[in-house]
């Protein structure tokens, strides 16, 4: 009987000692940053430049800027942060790209892309009412530089105008 005593207080101490160390790692996902909201990015935006670069400093392959090769990017956002980017790429079929936009902590831009929805990627950004620019470091995006079909690793700056 002392000994069923003992394991059960044992296990007590351990399942109190477990509740009262164990905290939420998990970072918040916000809609509120330090200087706007998701919902103040709603709206249609236009692109004035959409460049995409190699990510591996060995490369050989230039930048491509779509806009100023003659295609077109433009965002059309919800309040909720829910997107859809449209693309149209000279000698290339248009395609779309969905997620979601958020803030970590209230303080980091963040995407989740609809493809990869176990994942986010940070991005820089910089907002004002008429003009958003949207930075990606190196992997944050991927770009077919070599045209065999191939995406590689690139950065992108997105520059828009509000429609």
Not at 53 to 77: K, R
């Amino acid at each position: 009987m002392k000994t069923l005593r003992h394991m059960f207080l044992l296990g007590t101490l351990f399942s109190l000692l477990f509740i009262s160390c164990s905290s939420s790692d998990e970072d918040e996902l916000t809609k509120t940053g330090p200087d706007f909201s998701i919902s103040d990015l709603q709206g249609t935006w236009n692109a004035t430049s959409a460049f995409f670069s190699p990510s591996d400093p060995n490369s050989q392959a230039n930048g491509v800027d779509i806009i100023a090769e003659g295609g077109s990017l433009s965002i059309v956002t919800q309040s909720n942060g829910r997107f859809t980017m449209n693309f149209n790429v000279q000698g290339s079929d248009p395609f779309t790209v969905t997620g979601e936009m958020f803030f970590e902590n209230n303080e980091f831009f963040a995407i989740r892309f609809d493809e990869e929805p176990n994942d986010y990627e940070y991005f820089g950004i910089e907002y004002t009412p008429n003009n958003l620019q949207i930075n990606g470091g190196p992997d944050t995006a991927e770009w077919d530089f070599n045209g065999d079909g191939n995406d590689e690793p690139a950065s992108v700056t997105l520059n828009f105008v509000k429609a």
